[in-house]
């Protein structure tokens, strides 16, 4: 991790790019495989699973049977654990349910807009080198509340063809009853263009890798909404002398271990602050079994000295980091300041863990500078909004002159005759 002092703002986008990797050639490979999963279904499931996942596959649904046995492997601290989860995730998705309120712009007018749920949605959960159970319940927790007719989950087999129990315990839990098993490129497609096995659906949802997130893209441009642009996972910490320098290191750390495209950045006020937290990251690390894999990451990462709290300020909102956590004394004035942002943790009993797990906040959140213009995963992102409008004949009196001026002068004579022709039967 690299300590840069004072940095002028000229130097700033340089210093908050993003680990950048090679992807050349990475969307013409992607869309080779999806354009074989449009055209060849199934074939090509079974095909990619044995290449990518090195498992020969006659079925990929996930039946009943394998669901009761996987219960049976969990361990009762891990059920206890899910379930309390599970129940918070379901009161905070459950109080962004929207209320209709009809609006009357002017009397005779009124105006009202309804949410309803998309009816087929695809939730991706990556399997890869750790179960991301807790993805299971953070997409399909939301997707049952907002009354998605059909939920589809696929997640990556292991090379014995089965699912980790952890993962399709959660998948009970949430009310999944569409479980595939399928991982990366072959998932997306599937979903995208559905096969004799899979439905197609009309969003797909879900974290992944760089392949994963490719497919994303390129099968939204034409033929299924995605919930996001994501990449790589990421954390920004703001420390001032309030901070302990333990806690700092771990929420750090925590984040360094998701991959080695992972990035995190601390942000502080003193260069014995970051002293006192890089002594911590050298003692954590060794306790922990993905530590190679956080190193990596660390070395993609930074630690910034700012003199001023508008520059601190300043730098979150450029950043827009995925996960911020603020560890200062006056943590909630800087909070309100905040506008950009996937979620944030404030203060030192605030670990970004509580959002990737029981807290009740969504944890899919967008990365690479997305919070400057996107929402991490909610309920609205399962629904669409749908308008509705209603005219009495004294409504249509009193903006149909308006309408039928402005048609006009926008030659749309069928629009403005469409007014014109109710107003004389008025």
């Keep these: 991790m690299k300590t840069i002092v004072n940095p002028e703002r000229s130097e700033w986008p340089e210093l908050l790019k993003r680990p950048q990797f090679d992807v050349s050639d990475l969307h013409e490979k992607v ?131 089965k699912i980790h129990p952890a993962i399709l ?13 399928l991982g990366g490129v072959q998932a997306i497609g599937a979903m995208a263009y559905g096969t004799e096995s899979v439905p197609k659906v009309n969003k797909i949802f879900g974290p992944g890798n760089q392949f994963v997130t490719a497919a994303k893209q390129l099968v939204s441009m034409n033929d299924v909404a995605i919930d996001m642009p994501a ?43 970051v002293h006192e937290i890089r002594e911590q990251i050298t ?63 404030l203060g030192n009993f605030t670990p970004e863990s509580a959002g990737d797990y029981a807290s009740g906040t969504n944890h899919t959140l967008p990365t690479n500078g997305w919070a400057k213009t996107y929402s991490g995963v909610n309920l609205d992102s399962f629904m669409k909004k749908i308008t509705f409008q209603e005219l009495t004949p004294e409504g249509l009196k009193k903006i149909g002159p308006s309408i039928e001026i402005m048609a006009a002068e926008e030659l749309l004579e069928a629009h403005k005759n469409a007014v014109s022709l109710r107003l004389k039967k008025i």
């Design 31 to 161: 869309q080779a495989v999806l354009t074989d999963i449009r055209q060849t279904g199934d074939a090509a499931l079974r095909k990619y699973t044995q290449k990518f996942d090195g498992v020969d596959l006659e079925e990929f649904k996930v039946s009943d049977e394998e669901m009761n046995a996987a219960e049976k492997q969990v361990s009762s601290e891990l059920k206890e654990a899910i379930q309390l989860t599970s129940a918070n995730i379901e009161k905070f998705h459950a109080a962004q349910k929207p209320e209709i309120k009809k609006i009357e712009t002017v009397p005779g007018v009124t105006c009202w807009q309804k949410a309803v749920a998309i009816e087929k949605v695809g939730l991706y959960t990556p399997g890869g080198t750790a179960p991301l159970f807790s993805t299971v319940l953070m997409l399909a927790i939301p997707a049952r509340i907002a009354g998605c007719k059909e939920i589809v989950l696929c997640t990556p087999p292991g090379k014995d063809g």
């Design 231 to 273: 990449g790589p996972s990421e954390v920004m910490v703001i420390a001032d002398e309030s901070a302990n320098p333990a806690f700092v290191a771990s929420d750090l750390l925590s984040q360094a271990e998701h991959g080695a495209d992972s990035q995190v950045i601390l942000l502080a006020n003193s260069q014995m602050l």
């Design 169 to 181: 315990f959660a998948a009970k839990i949430a009310g999944v009853k569409n479980m595939f098993k």
């Design 283 to 345: 003692i954590q690390l060794e306790y922990l079994p993905r530590k190679e894999v956080a190193k990596k990451s660390l070395e993609n990462s930074l630690a910034i000295i700012l003199k001023s709290q508008q520059d601190t300020l300043d730098m979150i909102n450029e950043y827009a980091p995925e996960h911020l956590i603020l560890c200062t004394e006056d943590y909630s004035k800087l909070a309100e300041k905040v506008v950009n942002a996937g979620s944030v943790f």
